[in-house]
């Protein structure tokens, strides 16, 4: 029981901490260690059919949804591999950002980097907040597909304040959704010291 417990895991939000309305803080602790820190402003433009007013057609609506402070989030650490899980508005929207860590052969000899590796963004048209009228309303998941993202080298944090865009494809038919990135400050592996991120 002792083991299970050293092994438990802290996750915090601290957005709090952030002048930014539409910033977030997110930290993983894992036996007492941070594992994984992110901050980040994130907005998501999710495209979905309703009726056009023959009832008839279809035309497409645009939904703009932000990533709610206070979101819940819980997330994992490994060596290689680390994972990031937040939902808000009751599970409506989920977004799971997974890095990873690997080696390669440069001349200068072996080198390991990090990257975001894996965006999938879970989405519901039925609710009612950014989603009006949606025809046939249910649950949409919009995922990256062989993403290499935001690499940077083993050891350091990446930081970025300009405004990125990564595209999703969604299972709704294959509609395209874009996340909107900024102010990013992340470190997924290897972090210095408790709520430190490395140069």
Sequence with gaps: AAARLAAEQEVENLSGLSPNPEKDIFVVRENRTTCLMAEFAAKFIVPYDVWASNYVDLITEQADIPLSRGAEMKGKCGTNESELELSWLDQAYTL???FLKEGHNTSRGPEASWRLSRIQFTYD???RTYFKDAVSPRKHTASSHRLSALVTPAGRSY???A?????????DHQKSVQLLLSEVR????DIPADFVFSE
């Design 96 to 98: 799971k950002l997974s």
């Design 159 to 161: 930081e970025c304040q």
């Design 186 to 189: 992340l470190q997924p592996f």
């Design 125 to 127: 048209t039925s609710e």
């Design 163 to 171: 405004q990125q865009t990564i595209s999703l494809v969604s299972s």
